[in-house]
């Protein structure tokens, strides 16, 4: 077993609707990748893609694809 440090490692967080779990994935610059099993109970993250948005009606909150990115109208109904 290998060990670094995570700080600034640049990755995606996957989630696997069949395993019903999440991944941090890494990309190589070869394109191939390492798919690393969440174990930490809270990780602070920073958003920086662009077409993410928090969206929050009533109790509900949600964060997902821009509307723009979507092309849909505002609509804040969370029963898609």
Do not use: W
Request: net charge negative; proline share 1%.
């Amino acid at each position: 077993m290998t060990e670094k440090s995570a700080l600034n490692q640049t990755g995606v967080l996957i989630y696997s609707p069949l395993e019903k779990k999440y991944y941090f994935r890494v990309y190589q610059e070869d394109k191939t990748f390492t798919d690393y099993n969440l174990c930490a109970e809270d990780i602070k993250i920073t958003i920086t893609d662009k077409h993410l948005t928090l969206y929050q009606n009533g109790e509900e909150s949600k964060l997902d694809y821009s509307r723009k990115t979507l092309g849909k109208s505002l609509d804040l109904s969370f029963g898609e």
